[in-house]
């Protein structure tokens, strides 16, 4: 936080408590920020993470003069356009490029066998990385950037959007990627962008951005996705919701579909949804050609 500082104290399970508080916050406001976002998205923030809604929405609170939590979500309430502030002021984007290498290779090997894949979903694009490592294995299992595979990626943030629209990122991201891929999918900066390379526009081509708020009842979307990449964005929602969704996702798969989901997600709780094919890998059980 910057201006006038608060030091949070958070204990697990308590209501969030501040000394010297720039802004009033109590339980019932930390319940009716829960409880709002929850309505919009779906997202269930846990009874602990009090001092995460405080740090993060207290700059917003900043910005628009307000006097307090009650008098923001007041202002929330009646201005519609403040929700995308909201939204992206309390979800949570934590990605990197190649993570979980696996799913990777797998989608290698599934292009390999399955010449009909057309479309691939990065359903949480976050700030780009998780797309573009996607582009840049199609790219390279075609050899070329044309490939006849349409990759689409979304999110709810629209912050984060902007930021993979323009694919530039920290020089730090070289470290985690070979040298052949730093030669063919990255331009390094120069003089003031020293410090910062650029996804080459072939490969920004090939990944096309769109807003999605997952629990809105219809998606724009085609109407058959053959690989689904949503990977640490389940844990957010409540059972019942995640059921909801992945049967909405697996309706749109065929039945050589891949579904590939986080490390710290299982659909063990869906036979009958999706049968397990790989490490937090997963093919419909009813697939579009299969009934």
């Known amino acids: 936080m910057n201006g006038k500082v608060s030091e949070v104290i958070e204990q697990p399970g308590a209501p969030v408590r501040t000394r010297a508080s720039e802004f009033s916050y109590s339980p019932d406001d930390f319940n009716n920020v829960r409880q709002t976002l929850y309505r919009i998205t779906g997202i269930r923030l846990a009874d602990t993470k009090d001092a995460m809604v405080y740090s993060r929405l207290v700059r917003r609170i900043r910005a628009l003069r307000k006097k307090s939590f009650s008098e923001y979500l007041g202002y929330l309430k009646r201005t519609p356009g403040e929700q995308q502030h909201f939204i992206n002021a309390l979800t949570t984007n934590l990605t990197s490029f ?3 290498p696996h799913h990777f290779s797998m989608l290698a090997q599934h292009l390999s066998v399955t010449p009909d894949v057309n479309t691939i979903w990065c359903a949480a694009s ?3 990385e998780e797309p573009y490592s996607i582009a840049m294995t199609v790219a390279e299992y ?19 959007l902007e930021k993979a629209r323009l694919g530039v990122y920290s020089d730090q991201i070289t ?4 040298a052949e891929r730093c030669k063919h999918f990255l331009h390094r900066g120069k003089n003031q962008h020293a410090g910062s390379v650029r996804i080459v526009p072939e490969l920004r081509k090939m990944v096309e951005f769109r807003q999605i708020n997952l629990t809105v009842p219809r998606w724009p979307l085609p109407r058959q996705i053959d690989v689904i990449f949503c990977r640490n964005v389940m844990i957010y929602f409540d059972k019942q919701t995640q059921l909801r969704l992945l049967e909405k996702m697996v309706s749109l798969m065929p039945a050589q579909g891949l579904y590939f989901a986080g490390h710290s997600e299982n659909f063990s709780m869906a036979p009958h949804l999706v049968r397990s094919v790989g490490n937090t890998t997963y093919q419909p059980v009813k697939g579009k050609h299969n009934g």
């Open 175 to 178: 470290r985690h990627l070979s």
């Open 126 to 128: 976050s700030s780009g």
């Open 98 to 100: 190649f993570r979980e």
């Open 142 to 160: 075609f050899g070329h950037f044309n490939a006849p595979v349409k990759i689409i990626a979304s999110d709810i943030d629209s912050n984060m």
